[in-house]
């Protein structure tokens, strides 16, 4: 199985920027798809973004395009998610998840990390 990570989480002014890390350990993170999830006060959790595990197939929700990129470095096995332009909407804590496919479901993620707290300021 594989343990997640993740890192870069803070406090942040409104229009800033973040880059949130998954490091995975234990099996090679290349052998997952990645999924990005939030998890707002108050609400449930949500999908933000997923990335194959070869990087070429990429979901995102509606209320991040333009805004959020995943990525992947297979050989640092590391899963990164840029955030910029940040709302104070999208105050959260973050996770990262991976499992044999990339879908908006977190039912279909099977390992997560323990989450990123990200504070956006007005």
């Known amino acids: 199985q594989v343990q997640l990570m993740e890192s870069g989480g803070g406090l942040v002014q409104a229009g800033g920027s973040l880059r949130l890390s998954c490091a995975a350990s234990g099996r090679t993170l290349s052998s997952y798809c990645v999924g990005w999830f939030r998890q707002g006060p108050g609400k449930q959790r949500e999908f933000v973004a997923g990335i194959s595990w070869g990087g070429r197939h990429i979901l995102y929700a509606d209320s991040v395009k333009g805004r959020f990129t995943v990525s992947r470095d297979n050989a640092e096995n590391t899963a990164y998610l840029q955030v910029n332009s940040l709302k104070p909407e999208d105050t959260a804590v973050y996770y990262c998840?991976?499992?044999?496919?990339?879908?908006?479901?977190?039912?279909?993620?099977?390992?997560w990390g323990q989450g990123t707290q990200v504070t956006v300021s007005s």
């Open positions: 998840a991976a499992g044999p496919s990339v879908n908006r479901d977190e039912k279909g993620y099977d390992y």
